[in-house]
């Protein structure tokens, strides 16, 4: 059964570094989400993206963030200066072009940003 | 804006025993879905079942059952027959078509032997 895939699995950082997580959404899928997972807390939305731009995109997703999908296979959540509170679980989630109100999750990022 | 509220932060079930999670939503459109995910220990979020909110009848999954309450605005989640491997967190959500999920703040359960 096709899968979301996410690497790296933990990603440690120290404060004011770029990171770039990397999903590779289920193949025929034409949606995608980031959603971030603080510890303890409810998953919240950052950013959705199809045909190629940002669709809609929470208060969370400020300047430092930045999402691209470079071809044709892999999805990417770059946060441009990392801080303290950017610690989290990064989940990339995606969706088919019939139901789309499905979402299908990755295994998740930990960044630990120290 | 949609809402989402899960009033129990923790539960326990025995065992082949049987466990409803309540949810609550608020939104002001006709169409949307709900959906419960699970989130084992692994962190991994696991759809468990869905349902739209156009359809009357109650979705199932194996032993997974919802009871969908338009009017009330209520989406529990009904586990038959509990095992050890349902232990984990489980969120309930809420989208509109195509759009963003929104969580709500989970229940932790605990199937013990």
């Known amino acids: 059964e096709p899968e979301v895939t996410q690497t790296p699995s933990h990603q440690v950082t120290q404060m004011g570094q770029e990171v770039i997580l990397r999903c590779v959404p289920i193949?025929?899928?034409?949606?995608f989400y980031w959603y971030r997972q603080i510890l303890g807390q409810k998953v919240e939305f950052l950013v959705s993206?199809?045909?190629?731009?940002?669709?809609?995109k929470s208060e969370i997703f400020d300047d430092q963030f930045s999402v691209e999908r470079p071809d044709g296979s892999n999805f990417t959540l770059k946060i441009r200066s990392t801080k303290l509170e950017d610690s989290a679980m990064y989940f990339c989630?995606?969706?088919?072009?019939?139901?789309?109100?499905?979402?299908?999750f990755g295994p998740g990022t930990r960044l630990t940003v120290l | 804006a949609q809402t989402v509220t899960q009033s129990q932060p923790e539960m326990s079930v025995q065992e082949a025993e049987t466990v409803t999670l309540s949810c609550t939503y608020d939104t002001s459109e006709n169409n949307y879905y709900l959906f419960w995910y699970k989130q084992p220990p692994s962190r991994q979020m696991i759809l468990v079942i869905r349902q739209e909110a156009y359809k009357q009848q109650n979705a199932t999954e194996n032993r997974f059952s919802v009871n969908f309450q338009k009017a009330a605005k209520s989406f529990s989640l009904k586990i038959s027959d509990s095992q050890l491997g349902d232990t984990a967190m489980y969120f309930c959500a809420s989208s509109l078509y195509g759009n963003k999920l929104v969580f709500g703040a989970g229940t932790i359960l605990r199937v013990k032997s």
């Open positions: 193949s025929n899928h034409l949606y």
């Open positions: 993206f199809y045909n190629n731009e940002i669709s809609e």
């Open positions: 989630a995606s969706s088919d072009p019939v139901n789309t109100d499905t979402q299908y």
